[in-house]
């Protein structure tokens, strides 16, 4: 297998525009962001984990707070930095960042870790808990499949990475991090050409 982040960047900058447009319904991205919202302080910082294009995710939460979005894929950091200029954006690998401890009041990861190798998956969130401050929030969406790592050879024109683990294998990887879940769902969406795809929406909590 080719390497699965290249893989995931070069993809994103391909499609950039093609994903912009791509059709997904029952999305309950906006529902959850706007939960987050609620729970944060005016001015609050905010990490977003594969930003990708700025909208409507960064837009939404940089009319109260300060974002940062970090995107693998330098073409959606240019379409983010275009639509959101209120935020500040980083082109890189999120799971190679490095932010300080206890510096963020949130991280949000939508439809993202599904595009990491999931072995990484258990130190990427234990580092995660780190950068928050006591209370601090994260929102993410995580697989509920037991999926070791595939490549797609057709996902929106091309070939894409995927990995998860299962829903409570999520769940506890979630716990041993050190964050107590606020809110979880699974939801089913259906996306345009491929039909329903399920995750497992988490708001957790870095116990005070």
């Not at 982040?5 to 950039?16: C, S």
């Not at 330098?74 to 954006?89: D, G």
């Not at 996902?155 to 829903?167: E, I, Q, T, Y």
Request: charged content about 25%.
């Amino acid at each position: 297998m080719a390497d699965p982040k290249a893989l995931v960047a070069r993809g994103y900058d391909q499609m950039a525009l093609r994903y912009a447009s791509w059709k997904v319904e029952g999305n309950p991205a906006m529902r959850f962001v706007r939960e987050l919202d609620a729970r944060l302080r005016a001015g609050s910082d905010v990490l977003e984990l594969g930003c990708g294009r700025g909208v409507p995710v960064a837009r939404e939460l940089a009319k109260r707070h300060r974002v940062t979005g970090v995107d693998i894929s330098a073409a959606q950091i240019e379409l983010a930095r275009h639509h959101v200029p209120e935020a500040s954006f980083i082109h890189g690998d999120y799971t190679e960042l490095e932010v300080a401890s206890r510096s963020v009041d949130a991280v949000v990861a939508i439809l993202t870790l599904t595009h990491v190798p999931r072995e990484e998956h258990p130190d990427l969130l234990a580092r995660i808990a780190t950068w928050l401050r006591d209370g601090g929030l994260l929102l993410c969406s995580l697989g509920v499949t037991d999926t070791p790592g595939t490549t797609e050879n057709d996902w929106l024109g091309v070939p894409m990475f995927f990995s998860s683990f299962d829903a409570e294998t999520n769940r506890s990887l979630i716990a041993d991090a050190g964050l107590d879940v606020v809110e979880e769902e699974i939801v089913a969406m259906e996306e345009e050409k491929y039909g329903e795809a399920s995750f497992l929406w988490v708001l957790a909590e870095k116990a005070q």
